[in-house]
């Protein structure tokens, strides 16, 4: 019970830690409109143009991402739905797992995810049990559950054969599997891994 508590806390501190780097971007996004909006020279009338359209640029990305199921976990029903997932999300993950009775490791893996899609919206996060998924679990040689696929615009650019290339014994933190998928191209941002820095720095000083 103590484990559940403090697993349960220390969500809590990622989820606060996300929604309060969500309400700085956006105060910084407003402070930066309204500068723009003072702007009146002609020459920096121009870079206000450039730099109001690359804010609506990013405001337009954001809500297909929201469309498109970007922010939670999602499991997919079938091969079709991640075809179509595949489609519609520039960079996704998917976890190929045991479903049922699964193990310890694949529990934790799940509740990562689940952070991780949460604290990176440019990536869909999903998972699909493996006995629903026949053909993909052939073409990608899926022999170990769970097993990450990352897909980029369509193409599969990395596969991680059970957990031991995040961590050697299988189990990490939703930071260590932050900083993998940075280390390989696939995530840029590190939100989970700065948070876990900060707390260690925290512990150190008290």
């Not at 501190?13 to 309060?20: C, D, P, S």
């Not at 009338?45 to 609506?56: G, T």
């Not at 079938?78 to 595949?86: I, P, V, Y």
């Not at 869909?124 to 040689?141: F, G, Q, S």
Request: glycine share 6%; aromatic share 4%; net charge negative.
């Amino acid at each position: 019970e103590e484990d559940m508590s403090k697993s349960a806390m220390e969500q809590v501190a990622v989820e606060r830690a996300i929604l309060g780097a969500a309400q700085q971007v956006e105060r910084a996004l407003d402070d930066e409109i309204q500068r723009l909006d003072e702007l009146e020279d002609s020459e920096l009338a121009a870079i206000r143009r450039k730099r109001m359209d690359e804010l609506r640029a990013r405001a337009g990305e954001h809500a297909k991402w929201e469309r498109n199921g970007h922010g939670g976990l999602a499991e997919m029903a079938g091969e079709r739905d991640f075809f179509q997932a595949a489609k519609d999300s520039d960079r996704l993950l998917l976890a190929f797992t045991r479903g049922g009775a699964s193990s310890v490791f694949e529990r934790e893996l799940m509740e990562h995810l689940a952070v991780l899609a949460r604290a990176h919206m440019e990536c869909r996060v999903v998972y699909i049990k493996a006995d629903k998924a026949p053909y993909l679990t052939e073409k990608l040689n899926v022999k170990i559950l769970p097993t990450l696929v990352l897909v980029v615009k369509g193409r599969t650019e990395k596969t991680f054969h059970g957990l031991s290339e995040i961590h050697p014994s299988g189990r990490f933190t939703s930071a260590r599997l932050e900083e993998v998928l940075v280390s390989v191209g696939f995530l840029e941002e590190t939100p989970l891994l700065d948070l876990q820095s900060r707390k260690e720095e925290d512990e150190c000083s008290d």
